[in-house]
């Protein structure tokens, strides 16, 4: 396994990673524009083990060339060795294979570099920046960190979406709306907050903007603080 992942496959396997194929056992539509996968983990999680916001790369075959992805375990089960994997649908050869997956299909996986840091101490507020696309892992830290209150600013629209986090102050956001919405907002809500927790994961672009914007102008703390591109604008 892992010999047809290119240049990327080899620096991740000399970076300690390790590969796993993955089982789809189920499928289901959430929306027309989100998906929800069962799978089995081909024994991944007795090996590596759980922890909130965990993620795993897909190989993709995008025209012979290997294309990764990186995706969050949704309710994973270490005993049964099975989780979900939810994908926001829209162009490209992950969501193109997430629509037509069934019972029986088969992908490749890596895992590497993943990981949770628990800010300590606990955050007396949580703040964090999301979009469909990482819904997932949004939902996974505020149930870790769910004894926090939360806002949450999240770029498109939640309606129909498995968003879990019931209690928190969601501020929803129009595409590209992000940046000035967290500018108008977040600095009077960080005055009146001992221990805050800012968690970023949007587009690259958005991510870099916001995290540069936290730390210098804001100057929120780097342990304070968790910022992950989670896709990249065409």
Request: with cysteine; glycine share 10%; charged share 20%.
């Amino acid at each position: 396994m892992g010999q047809g992942h290119g240049w990327q496959g080899t620096v991740l396997k000399l970076m300690g990673a390790k590969d796993f194929e993955f089982t789809v056992t189920g499928a289901e539509d959430v929306s027309s524009e989100y998906r929800r996968l069962h799978l089995t983990d081909g024994g991944m999680l007795a090996a590596t083990g759980v922890h909130p916001t965990m993620w795993v790369r897909l190989w993709f075959d995008n025209s012979g060339k290997p294309h990764q992805r990186a995706y969050t375990l949704v309710d994973p089960d270490p005993k049964a060795g099975t989780f979900s994997l939810e994908f926001a649908l829209h162009e490209g050869v992950a969501s193109d294979w997430a629509r037509a997956a069934k019972a029986g299909n088969t992908i490749e996986a890596t895992v590497q570099g993943t990981g949770f840091q628990r800010p300590r101490p606990e955050p007396s507020h949580v703040f964090a920046m999301a979009d469909p696309a990482s819904l997932p892992a949004l939902n996974s830290l505020l149930e870790e960190l769910g004894s926090a209150p939360a806002t949450v600013w999240f770029e498109g629209e939640l309606d129909g979406l498995p968003f879990r986090g019931s209690s928190a102050d969601v501020r929803t956001v129009p595409r590209h709306g992000l940046v000035d919405a967290v500018r108008a907002d977040l600095p009077d809500l960080l005055k009146g907050t001992e221990n805050p927790y800012v968690w970023i994961a949007c587009d690259t672009l958005t991510t870099r903007t916001l995290s540069a914007y936290v730390r210098k102008e804001l100057a929120v703390a780097k342990d304070r603080m968790h910022a992950l591109g989670y896709w990249r604008a065409t």
